[in-house]
């Protein structure tokens, strides 16, 4: 039965209607999605209605509440002596936990850890702050939505909470949105959006912290006595059940010549090599397929490391991964199998004793070069294999010096093995793996049709004059930091700096948000749209302190949702793995949302192919940085035939103010429009309309006064000069 099938009031009294009889049970029964927006937060209401919960429950679907924490006198004091408010909120509700002793309550909370440790309901804490001052955030808002996308909400006086449905005189509207109503629904939909996702103005949202969640299943004796052993045991029992194992080709998988040919060559190469692929091209299959031929050629026994560079990649990797019917050690800070390193430590010993034949440990990065790690792999030698994925990572200096020698057999994977103006960090690399087995471009991609076609639209911005003088006065300091050796600039630490503060200013151009606005008026009611920022500020130009701003992400995220209208989530680091997969679905949907903000955690891995039209607010300069962007746009998916690339280009100023331009502000701003014409040829030249792009460069060339050998030059300096 859907909603509409329902008898829902115009509004509801307490003292009037049984409102968990006639109006939350009967919803929640038929529901799939339950948000709640409340002052406080009391466990009594989810006992009070769980009848409706567990038909929610059965629908497979799943509770959003956003409640304020209760801070004492002396909390608040903590926060305005500067004590982190993140940590005062987390003691603040374990303080909370801790005074319950009453049997009823107690039982309450363990009905609430089970929803929490079963997935079906999320807390956030959000509250209000201004500088070291805090207020609770007090407002009263539900949605209800069914299967078929139909939604109730309500809001009004009502709090979550036992007392607020029984003992007190509260009351509350309702909206459907199959009525009339459909607008306001919609709104509250977005404001609940942007406060969930920790984007409206003045409010601060945070996740319900690890150590409360910890506390809270406390109070559930299956969760306290078992939870915490079947997820230290599950390394083991997968041990044991693989020690006489197979790793085989997935059914599903049909080898593609190309990736047959790899293999070939890094067998003829000792089993040493590079998979140099654009995205998209099947790196990690390849991978695996090339890890299944070796263990047969090995005689069926291979100890397997692999390395990726973030927590998310590791993550993907697995669901590859066990395809092959391997079951791997996951190590890493946040990973569920909390005996991690105990489990490495026995793999090992077991397989140099000959007592297991192959184990597989993926790790990150950052785990792989501690301590307890590298004492484990420096004990593998003979039937070992190096994996590393987005191996141009690894020739950083931190990390190149941790590259096992005692493996005998090593692949690296990346789209762009060459490190950005770091020669020592590439022959590091290649002196370590070897020769490239393959080069899989992504032009070779499009015309063998693993990637999508795409158009090309340079979008110019400019800097302000604000902007433009703190880019020359960068960039007169960088004239002073940086030394030659023949045709290459010598970067000292100083210098780096620099640049990274040169290219913020650049990235976080205030013209671009404008212009972001004018393009996307286009495309406001069409979805699969990505808009990729810089982690960036962009500064107030009214501002006494020009330090002060805001970050570009959250400027874009607002400007599309709450001033276009628009269904919008954000991408980051910070989201869980939970809550990325969740996005992603709803982002293929297309209906809960149209576009997708993002920063950093996109260069690399990620996987959305349903992305078709991209806004790159994030200017680079690297190569590998945008084509790693541009992979993750030309990704196939159903329906989609080609993708549309805006790419958001930064000048000092317009070409037609040229002559009002002082010589030396040319000179000194020439190098940034060279390094936006390579990328603009770079982008066009495999682009579906690269004549536009060609007439635009022809036009700042001219302007300009830019050479063929200008660019060459540009070229091997990179993105200093």
């Known amino acids: 039965m859907g909603f509409e099938d329902i008898t829902i009031k115009n509004e509801y009294r307490s003292l009037i209607d049984d409102v968990v009889k006639d109006f939350y049970v009967p919803l929640l029964k038929n529901a799939v999605l339950y948000q709640r927006a409340v002052g406080f937060f009391s466990s009594s209401a989810l006992v009070m209605i769980s009848k ?14 956003i409640a304020s924490p209760k801070l004492s006198s002396s909390d608040i004091e903590e926060i305005r002596k500067g004590y982190e408010v993140r940590r005062v909120i987390e003691n603040s509700l374990i303080r909370e936990l801790d005074d ?43 949605l209800i939505t069914d299967n078929e996308g139909n939604t109730v909400a309500f809001s009004g006086s009502m709090n979550e909470s036992e007392n607020a449905f029984k003992g007190n005189y509260e009351s509350f509207d309702t909206f459907c949105s199959w009525t009339n109503d459909c607008e306001r629904v919609f709104k509250k939909q977005m404001a609940f ?36 052993k079947a997820n230290d045991s599950i390394t ?63 005689n069926n026994r291979l100890a397997i490391v692999i390395v990726c560079p973030y927590q998310h990649l590791v993550e993907q990797w697995v669901e590859d991964i066990v395809r092959f019917g391997i079951y791997p050690i996951i190590g890493y800070s946040a990973s569920s199998q909390k005996n991690w390193k105990k489990n490495l430590k026995q793999a090992v010993r077991s397989f140099n004793l000959k007592v297991l034949d192959t184990f597989c440990f993926v790790t990150t990065n950052a785990s792989f070069v501690t301590k307890k790690v590298q004492e484990q792999i420096i004990q593998l030698n003979k039937d070992s294999l ?57 032009k070779d991609a499009i015309e ?165 039209t991209a806004f790159i607010l994030a200017s680079s300069t690297n190569p590998k940085e945008y084509i790693q962007r541009r992979g993750r746009v030309l990704r196939k998916f159903p329906g989609k035939d080609y993708a549309v690339i805006f790419d958001f280009i930064t000048l000092p100023f317009p ?28 982008f066009a030249e495999i682009a579906e309309n690269p004549s536009e792009t060609y007439d635009l460069i022809y036009d700042l060339k001219h302007g300009f006064g830019i050479t063929e050998e200008d660019l060459k030059d540009e070229e091997v300096n990179g993105n200093v000069v």
């Open 52 to 65: 409706g919960i567990e038909g929610l429950v059965q629908n497979g679907g799943t509770i959003q509440i």
């Open 100 to 142: 319950i002793d009453n049997p009823i309550e107690l039982e309450k909370l363990s009905y609430i850890a089970r929803l929490v440790a079963d997935g079906i309901l999320d807390i956030k804490i959000a509250f209000l702050t201004t500088k070291n001052e805090i207020a609770m955030y007090h407002e009263k808002m539900g």
């Open 193 to 228: 959006k942007a406060i969930w996702e920790d984007y409206e103005p003045g409010i601060e949202t945070l996740d319900f912290p690890v150590a409360v969640k910890q506390r809270l299943y406390e109070y559930n004796a299956d969760l306290r006595n078992c939870n915490s």
């Open 236 to 298: 083991e029992i997968q041990l044991e059940s693989k020690e006489k194992g197979e790793i085989y080709l997935p059914e599903d998988f049909n080898i593609r010549e190309y990736q047959y040919n790899a293999i070939q060559t890094w067998e003829s190469r000792g089993f040493c090599g590079i998979y140099d692929m654009a995205t998209g091209t099947g790196k990690t299959l390849t991978a695996l397929a090339s890890v299944e031929y070796l263990f047969r050629k090995n």
């Open 386 to 442: 190096f994996i590393v994925d987005e191996a141009h990572n690894m020739g950083a200096a931190n990390y190149r010096k941790c590259l096992p020698e005692n493996i005998e057999f090593r692949l690296a994977l990346s789209a762009t093995i060459d490190r950005h103006n770091d020669d020592i960090g590439t022959e590091a690399l290649t002196s370590y793996f070897g020769d490239k087995c393959i080069e899989y471009s992504l």
């Open 448 to 612: 063998n049709k693993m990637l999508t076609r795409y158009f090309y639209y340079p979008v110019l911005t400019y800097l302000d004059e604000d902007e433009l003088e703190e880019y020359l006065d960068l960039t007169h300091q960088l004239a002073t930091a940086i030394s030659k050796k023949g045709r290459k600039l010598v970067l000292s630490e100083y210098a780096k700096q620099l640049l990274i503060k040169r290219s913020r200013v650049i990235a976080g151009a205030r013209s671009k948000l404008s212009e972001l606005k004018k393009q996307m008026e286009t495309y406001k009611d069409d979805k699969h749209i990505l808009v990729y920022c810089g982690a960036t500020t962009i500064k107030d130009a009214d501002a006494e302190d020009m330090d002060f701003g805001a970050r570009q992400i959250d400027l874009v995220t607002n400007l599309l949702g709450n001033e276009m209208g628009m269904r919008v989530g954000r991408f980051t680091s910070q989201e869980s793995a939970q809550e990325r997969a969740h996005i992603r679905t709803a982002f293929a949907d297309g209906e809960m949302l149209q576009a997708l903000v993002a920063i950093k955690c996109l260069d690399e891995g990620v996987n959305i192919p349903s992305i078709k």
């Open 655 to 682: 070409v037609d103010t040229l002559s009002f331009q002082r010589d030396e502000v040319i000179n000194s701003t020439k190098g940034l429009v060279k390094r936006e014409i390579i990328r603009m040829l770079d």
